[in-house]
């Protein structure tokens, strides 16, 4: 059973460019969520999509923003990039995205983005 | 302050050693929580979950949690160096359906 599928697995960019990430979720995974992990903020979450619609949303400025395809296939968007975007993105998937079940969340290797 | 935090380490312990993680969190509303690890460059997987307050056996690995105390622990006994990694605790609550993971405390076990 092929994991959860992040690419590109690295990005270099610069200031002011925007980037977009993609993740392919486990077969079968309906949800898919996003962190972003630096070494100074840790792993903080960025939204979660479920059926092609933003389920939930953390506390990121609107330059960060996702879709989630049919197929289940989630892309992450970043506009205007700064500086401080440079981080390991995660994407995760899981079944129906509710941890409550008891459902596991499957991570990718993540994409590491650098801004210059 | 964070809601949830953890020291980042490092960690060292000798091989067969019994290594002993700790996480304090702020907030009441967690209902459940995690243990991952994370080797270097990929991404977390997870190792325990747990709900209640008490302990939780898989194997090497032991969880506690004390709810009145606001405060989780990761035992791993008999420790190798393929447990040498980043081990992150997290919070989870139903409502905005999201984890909340501590800054993760980096592992070292040496043979």
């Known amino acids: 059973k092929a994991g959860v599928t992040q690419t590109p697995r690295y990005l270099i960019k610069t200031r002011g460019q925007q980037v977009t990430l993609s993740c392919s979720p486990i077969?079968?995974?309906?949800?898919v969520s996003w962190y972003q992990q630096t070494p100074g903020q840790g792993l903080q979450f960025l939204f979660e999509?479920?059926?092609?619609?933003?389920?939930n949303k953390g506390n990121f400025p609107g330059r960060f923003s996702g879709r989630q395809f049919s197929n289940s296939r989630s892309e992450m968007n970043v506009s205007t990039l700064e500086l401080g975007d440079s981080a390991l993105y995660l994407c995760?998937?899981?079944?129906?995205?509710?941890?409550?079940?008891?459902?596991?969340?499957?991570f990718g290797s993540g994409t590491q983005l650098s801004v210059l | 302050q964070k809601e949830v935090e953890q020291d980042p380490g490092p960690l060292s312990v000798p091989e067969g050693a019994i290594v002993s993680l700790n996480c304090t969190y702020s907030n009441s509303a967690f209902q459940y929580f995690m243990w991952y690890r994370q080797y270097s460059r990929k991404g977390p997987e997870l190792l325990m979950y747990?709900?209640?307050?008490g302990n939780k056996e898989d194997g090497r690995f032991t969880a506690q949690v004390d709810k009145s105390s606001k405060y989780i622990s990761l035992f791993i006994r008999d420790s190798q160096p393929s447990d040498s990694a980043t081990y992150l605790c997290a919070g989870y609550k139903a409502a905005g359906n999201k984890l909340t993971f501590g800054g993760g405390t980096r592992v070292l076990v040496k043979p």
């Open positions: 999509y479920f059926s092609e619609t933003q389920r």
């Open positions: 995760a998937s899981s079944l129906d995205g509710t941890v409550v079940s008891g459902e596991k969340l499957f």
């Open positions: 747990t709900y209640s307050s």
């Open positions: 077969s079968g995974h309906r949800s």
